[in-house]
């Protein structure tokens, strides 16, 4: 099952979609907490599991809460619930697949596409692929809009790519 309507341009639109467990997770779910990040990823894409791995491993070396990212699969729900597993993610998942309702609605062309959404449902700012500087970006306003302060050094990595296209 998922459903979603349209809004305003800048404005994340209303949504349900079912997690692998069968929750209905809507937009009611991302008013929760000043900043959320919305990721839309596929397995079979690789810049998709670079920065999901990445994500992962930052939230348990910091012990983050997991609700500040919504991840919304592309995958049907079976193939999403393997993923979950297999890639050990920490995050609540919902899944688009197989009528792509939401994916639609926000009409972006590649995965991973991710979406920084406020409290009233504001898009404060989107990105396709990996561009390490301004996923720093992202993810230190992410974390300073939810009052909390855990290091994010990037830049620093060196086994991570510059740019990863989606």
Known sequence: MSTASKDARGRFPSFQLRS???QIISETWLQQRPLTLVLFYKKDCPTSRLVNTLL??????????????????QDREEKTAQTVTEWEL??????????????K???FEAVPTGYLVSRNLSIQHWFTGFVRQEFQEVLEA???????DAPVELNAR?????????
């Open 105 to 107: 609605i926000l009409d």
């Open 158 to 166: 060196s086994d991570l790519p510059v740019f990863s296209p989606g």
């Open 56 to 73: 992962s491993d930052l939230w348990r070396a910091h012990s983050l809460p997991a609700e500040l990212i919504l991840l919304v699969s």
């Open 90 to 103: 920490p995050f609540p998942v919902a899944c688009d697949a197989p009528a792509y309702s939401l994916s």
């Open 142 to 148: 992410l974390l300073k809009a939810n009052g909390i």
């Open 20 to 22: 692998p467990s069968g």
